[in-house]
């Protein structure tokens, strides 16, 4: 898995192969979400103090 840290300008808008988007905290405890995402990506965003 590859996972990017960017800043996005403008508006926010899911395209292409993205049916939808939105904002989370990492702590939504009814929102579905891959394993890895739940495992790795937010662990990782929390270790660097991008998410609480």
Do not use: F, N
């Amino acid at each position: 898995m590859t996972v990017y840290d960017t800043t996005v300008t403008g508006v926010h808008r899911p395209a292409a192969e993205l049916a939808e988007m939105c904002w989370i905290t990492g702590q939504e405890p009814d929102l579905p979400r891959a394993a890895a995402v739940h495992d790795h990506v937010l662990s990782l965003l929390r270790s660097r103090k991008l998410l609480d």
